[in-house]
DNA sequence: ATACGATCTTGAATCGTTCAAGAAAAGGGC
DNA sequence: GCCCTTTTCTTGAACGATTCAAGATCGTAT
């Protein structure tokens, strides 16, 4: 869908770094709010690290975009939504890769929990060593 | 185990510091930094807050202890490892629960991914409301 | 076209964590 | 038990990512 329409139809106001944010997203997955400042920048150029945030919240809160977290890095960002997949993080390099559930569409919500808990999400990330880097192991 | 010997074992040196860092992880389970110095100043008054960061670091290195984050909060940590659990986290009151894998002892690990990529660990994060917030809904 | 409120810019502040240098102390050999 | 070497701790500053605050600017309903 074009970002312009989805953020009008999310009920947000459309401005040109909501826009540009969206895209930004959309072009790169799993970047950061400092990849995404540096894309956003190309296009508008003098964007204050300010909106990328309250964009990326905002964004973030009307459904059009999720945010992880992997270890002890920076917020990542992707578009891909609602179709619950998963992540898998390289030990090595970083890398971020998504899964698809092996479970099915809306699974992995089959825990063993205490009486009156209710579980809406399961966030499941995945980390090993991907095909570059089982070949050439790490050199830190 | 007792703390001492089980650094000791581990191959680390045994100090006050590490011991009383490793009860405190196992007194209060999903504790952060602040948590444990709160606790550990109360045994040794006067200890610092990188001792405390260093004595965490070289414990989880060690395998004594598991640190895992929960969206963009602190790091956590915690005594009960190699059992392969997960974690609840309640979307109000962000209280952990500990979560036995549903699906056996090494498992979750099954995903389908492209060739060349080894897995090694599945970390599951569910979320969603506890017992106690589902009966009195939040109140930020 | 206007007015209102939402959003952006600017710049400073915060949190959790890490870096750096010297002081203290753990553990092996005597 | 005592000394020596190496690790670990204390102190205090620095850092990255994110958030807070105030005023300027822009989007949208009218």
Redesign the interface.
């Known amino acids: 869908m074009e970002a312009r329409t989805a953020i009008r139809d999310a009920g947000l106001r459309v401005t040109r770094q909501r826009v540009a944010v969206l895209e930004a997203v959309a072009r790169r997955p799993h970047g950061s709010a400092a990849v995404v400042l540096g894309d956003v920048a190309g296009v508008l150029p003098g964007v204050s690290h300010q909106a990328i945030y309250d964009c990326l919240a905002h964004l973030a809160e009307a459904g059009l975009l999720r945010r992880f977290?992997v270890?002890?890095g920076p917020?990542l960002y992707e578009t891909r939504i609602r179709d619950n997949h998963?992540h898998?993080v390289c030990r090595s390099c970083n890398t971020v890769?998504d899964?698809?559930c092996?479970i099915g569409a809306a699974p992995?919500?089959?825990?063993?929990?205490?009486?009156?808990?209710?579980?809406?999400?399961?966030?499941?990330?995945?980390?090993?060593?991907?095909?570059d880097c089982?070949?050439t192991p790490a050199t830190p």
Chains 1, 2 share one sequence.
Do not use: K, P, Q
């Not at 063993?112 to 209710?118: K, N």
């Not at 809406?120 to 991907?130: I, K, L, N, P, S």
């Open positions: 977290i270890d002890g917020m998963h898998f890769v899964v698809d092996a992995c919500l089959d825990a063993t929990l205490a009486d009156g808990f209710v579980i809406d999400e399961a966030e499941v990330t995945y980390r090993g060593f991907c095909a089982v070949r």
